[in-house]
């Protein structure tokens, strides 16, 4: 099923999504990846301010690549969510929504996502020049001195998704195996 959602993510908004859902977010995310969320839980065991706020928000897990003439960021395709798995429980214990990667996820990670209703959605791999072009706006919001894994505010018209996991147990990536193992 193909369905538009408007940014941020609420736990209504998740609670209706199911895997294989082909979604098509607009609105505004943040983009952080292994050292922006090693960053971001150091603050919190520092009960510190945290440099995003993260109820109903969506993470994309993406490294950017530098902006050409006229554009508004370079090649912004999908990095490895597992990397992100050690963090991902501690975020959405505090509000955390939607992540948007590629790949398979930890028992750990699919678990919270159930008991936080959130969602997981994966980027098509490999398209990070056509992914680019559905960011409208960027900006490096904390991490600056990360480079590509500063944390940004992008702002997305129809950014391309689908649900892999959702918050009623459903993991898209192993229904796709079974029924193809039938």
Same mark, same amino acid.
Request: with cysteine; hydrophobic share 40%.
């Given at each position: 099923m193909k369905k538009r959602i408007k940014l941020p993510i609420t736990k209504d908004i998740a609670d209706q999504l199911k895997i294989g859902d082909y979604v098509y977010l607009s609105g505004e995310m943040y983009v952080a990846r292994d050292a922006a969320h090693k960053r971001i839980i150091e603050c919190?065991?520092?009960?510190?301010?945290?440099?995003?706020?993260l109820m109903n928000e969506t993470i994309y897990y993406m490294g950017p690549s530098p902006a050409r003439d006229k554009q508004v960021i370079g090649s912004a395709g999908p990095t490895t969510s597992s990397r992100m798995d050690k963090y991902a429980?501690?975020?959405?214990?505090?509000?955390l929504k939607g992540m948007?990667?590629? #790949?398979?996820?930890?028992?750990?990670?699919?678990?919270? @996502? *159930? +008991?936080?209703?959130?969602?997981?959605?994966?980027?098509? #791999?490999?398209?990070?020049?056509?992914?680019?072009?559905? @960011? *409208? +706006?960027?900006?490096?919001?904390?991490?600056?001195?990360? #480079?590509?894994e500063a944390i940004r505010r992008i702002e997305v018209e129809d950014f391309p998704v689908i649900v892999v996991a959702d918050n009623q147990g459903g993991n898209l990536y192993e229904e796709a195996v079974k029924k193809y193992m039938r």
């Amino acid at each position: 099923m193909k369905k538009r959602i408007k940014l941020p993510i609420t736990k209504d908004i998740a609670d209706q999504l199911k895997i294989g859902d082909y979604v098509y977010l607009s609105g505004e995310m943040y983009v952080a990846r292994d050292a922006a969320h090693k960053r971001i839980i150091e603050c919190i065991e520092n009960n510190e301010e945290l440099p995003i706020q993260l109820m109903n928000e969506t993470i994309y897990y993406m490294g950017p690549s530098p902006a050409r003439d006229k554009q508004v960021i370079g090649s912004a395709g999908p990095t490895t969510s597992s990397r992100m798995d050690k963090y991902a429980t501690t975020l959405m214990d505090l509000g955390l929504k939607g992540m948007v990667g590629k #790949g398979k996820r930890s028992q750990e990670v699919l678990e919270s @996502i *159930v +008991k936080n209703h959130a969602v997981y959605f994966a980027a098509i #791999g490999g398209e990070g020049a056509l992914l680019s072009k559905k @960011i *409208v +706006k960027s900006q490096v919001i904390a991490y600056d001195d990360l #480079g590509a894994e500063a944390i940004r505010r992008i702002e997305v018209e129809d950014f391309p998704v689908i649900v892999v996991a959702d918050n009623q147990g459903g993991n898209l990536y192993e229904e796709a195996v079974k029924k193809y193992m039938r």
